[in-house]
């Protein structure tokens, strides 16, 4: 189920989904320590003796940010009960603390006591084993922990300073035991004070609401390492009024995006709201720690035992791409020095990474064909120093690329020379970025072609030309052995994969798949160069999914999530990634601003195929667009951002002024910006 709302800090994540169920919880590191596990958070209404979860069919339910925040903006109505609630949501942008004000607006003409439940499934740390709770009459509040992770539970009346009014802990998922959020679905909690082992608890706000008027509460989690930590977040919030952090919460947010925005906006509205919200949506997958995490919708772990939420170097590295044409230099240095305390000795990105640093799980193999084989990703070496100079090249900030250039450039750049072949010039095989197929990728290749012109760049700026000459020559004997064995003579267009044989032959696969973007897109070929123009052709001839819900495929017959078999029709389920990247093309190679209308009908179905909120899937039902796998998925926020950020540079180099050879757009700007 797609995570529709996330909020968070960059240490304290929380998710919620199209039910308005809070169902993740990850703190200290976004994508790691999941205090959920999924299950879901419940909140109720008892109003005349009627009780209703508002996750049940009777309710109405929009979901949706305030603009340009991080603030939710719900909306929930019940015709039968003659409710409606006004929800806003916000994980505090410096506690560890996430809240909610609810307004309750009374649709009948007598006052009525409305009671609002909230029901905490707490696993703690991914597992039920071990947890305690507790209600703590003083403070009136309840308490959740296990080892170092307290969460502290509260609630108060608009202006009332006491907490809870009734609560109830107990055990679950043991001996038929269901949990204290049915203990609710009367109206009244039990009151029962401590539990140990697998727990939950519930707890209750009773709120006197006028007749066809409102009353507001408050709900909030402090959240921290031990009992002083929860308490005294919990004192802060009283002591400055739960409003205070809303507000505060609000006004960064508008802050914080302001800055990645261009002034005026050259784009339709519903463009430039998806753009803005997908930078935030960004900065809610980013551990302040460095680690980008590729996605943290739980959910996924019923599909293979796993989950998203893990550091791709790759994915990393482009989504620093959009953020460092966006201006956001402070997230993607955390970036970078996170790349640079993994990368092996040797000079190799592994698989994928804990947001601790760790190493994460991994299905590459260190045997194959009965010899080692690195399990690595050779793109994910590769992009982190193309992304790299990309941040160098924009902020020019000499004295953080300083300490990185040794130990992750060079290193990187000199093991992508030795894992070749000598006699072709073409790397070793590795997986492709798709984590499916072992070989020779067009992608790949691409990859490794930018990461080298990079590092030679790197090496050029800090006077180290003969290993600048030693980049540059490797590059070039890559791309000549893309030339001559990459080309599929019989299409006219270039394979995916190739592998070679013990006689010395290349296999070739010429599925189609939309990866083959990356011959042009690190620089190696030009996107006007005629074999670029055939294969991007017929990919998107072979890719475009052939229903009302359109967009484009991964690859011919593409299996994840496969929801029918007709490969003609459906190639595969639409990707928001893919479907941008034939943007991207289009943008690459104008030489018009006419040219430019095909991509911006793209950006156009991706502002008409997202949710309601702005969140992204990784992919969508190519009959329904429900979301599929999962959502929101950071490389497809990051994917919008890069596009538009193309879009935008090419328009302005397409419009230069005549007289000052300056661009339109900037001088646009710049009259904005100085009246």
């Not at 009960?81 to 309750?104: I, K, P, Q, T």
């Not at 990309?390 to 040794?406: I, S």
């Not at 929801?563 to 990634?577: K, M, Q, T, Y």
Request: hydrophobic letters at 40%; one cysteine or more; aromatic letters at 12%.
């Amino acid at each position: 189920m797609p995570r529709d709302i996330p909020v968070g800090n960059g240490s304290l994540l929380v998710n919620f989904d199209h039910r308005y169920r809070l169902r993740d919880i990850y703190w200290p590191h976004v994508g790691q320590e999941n205090h959920t596990e999924g299950h879901p958070f419940r909140f109720g209404v008892w109003v005349d003796g009627r009780f209703s979860w508002v996750s049940d069919d009777g309710w109405e339910r929009k979901l949706d940010y305030v603009d340009d925040t991080l603030v939710t903006r719900v909306t929930l109505r019940h015709p039968d009960l003659a409710l409606r609630l006004v929800c806003r949501d916000a994980v505090d942008f410096h506690e560890n603390l996430y809240l909610r004000r609810f307004a309750v607006h009374n649709e009948v003409d007598r006052e009525r006591e409305v009671r609002l439940f909230f029901a905490q499934d707490f696993h703690i740390s991914g597992r039920e084993v071990g947890d305690s709770t507790y209600y703590e009459p003083e403070r009136r509040a309840v308490f959740h922990y296990k080892g170092q992770r307290w969460f502290m539970i509260n609630a108060q009346r608009e202006g009332s300073p006491e907490g809870v009014d009734q609560w109830a802990v107990g055990v679950k998922e043991v001996r038929g035991f269901e949990g204290t959020w049915r203990d609710a679905e009367d109206g009244t909690l039990s009151g029962n004070a401590v539990a140990q082992g697998s727990v939950d608890s519930t707890v209750a706000l009773h709120l006197s609401v006028p007749a066809q008027g409102a009353a507001t509460g408050w709900y909030w989690i402090a959240v921290g390492d031990c009992f002083q930590e929860v308490t005294r977040v919990n004192r802060t919030v009283r002591r400055k009024g739960p409003a205070t952090f809303l507000q505060r919460t609000n006004d960064y947010w508008r802050l914080w995006v302001d800055k990645g925005v261009p002034v005026p906006f050259p784009l339709p509205p519903a463009i430039c709201h998806l753009y803005r919200r997908s930078l935030m949506v960004l900065r809610t997958q980013i551990d302040n720690a460095g680690a980008i995490i590729a996605a943290n919708d739980f959910d996924i772990a019923h599909y293979g035992h796993d989950t998203y939420a893990y550091m791709w170097p790759r994915d990393g590295a482009l989504v620093s791409g959009a953020l460092i044409a966006s201006d956001y230099s402070e997230v993607t240095r955390r970036f970078f020095d996170f790349c640079h305390r993994v990368i092996t000795e040797e000079g190799y990105l592994l698989h994928k990474y804990n947001p601790d640093g760790s190493l994460g799980s991994s299905w590459h193999g260190w045997y194959h064909d009965e010899q080692k084989q690195l399990p690595i990703q050779e793109d994910e070496t590769a992009l982190v120093v193309w992304a790299l100079w990309r941040h160098f090249d924009r902020f020019r900030d000499l004295e953080f690329v300083k300490p990185h250039y040794r130990g992750l450039v060079v290193r990187a750049a000199d093991w992508m020379c030795r894992y070749r072949y000598e006699d072709t010039g073409l790397p070793r095989p590795s997986w492709d970025l798709w984590e499916e197929r072992l070989g020779i990728h067009a992608w790949t290749v691409g990859a490794t072609w930018g990461g080298l012109q990079a590092a030679a760049n790197f090496t050029e700026a800090f006077g180290e030309s003969d290993l600048a000459a030693k980049y540059r020559r490797v590059a070039s004997e890559i791309k000549a052995g893309v030339k001559k064995h990459l080309m599929s003579s019989d299409l006219g267009c270039f394979a995916r994969t190739i592998n070679r044989r013990d006689d010395g032959t290349w296999a070739y696969d010429t599925t189609m798949d939309a990866s083959l973007i990356g011959l042009w897109y690190f620089g190696m070929f030009d996107p006007n160069d005629p074999v670029i123009v055939s294969t991007m052709e017929r990919m998107r001839d072979r890719l475009w999914v052939k229903t009302d819900v359109g967009g484009l495929a991964r690859y011919e017959d593409d299996y994840y999530h496969q929801v029918s078999d007709d490969v003609h029709e459906v190639p595969g389920n639409p990707w928001f990634i893919c479907t941008l990247w034939l943007a991207q093309w289009h943008i690459a190679k104008a030489q018009s601003e006419e040219d430019l209308e095909p991509a911006l009908e793209i950006l156009g179905w991706v502002a008409d195929h997202d949710l309601p909120s702005g969140v992204m899937a990784e992919q969508v039902h190519p009959y329904t667009n429900e979301p599929l796998s999962v959502s929101p998925l950071t490389w497809s926020h990051a994917t919008l951002v890069q596009t538009v950020q193309d879009y935008l540079e090419k328009q302005g180099q397409l419009r230069r002024c005549p007289t000052c050879g300056q661009s339109i757009a900037s001088r646009a700007v710049k009259e904005v910006s100085d009246p």
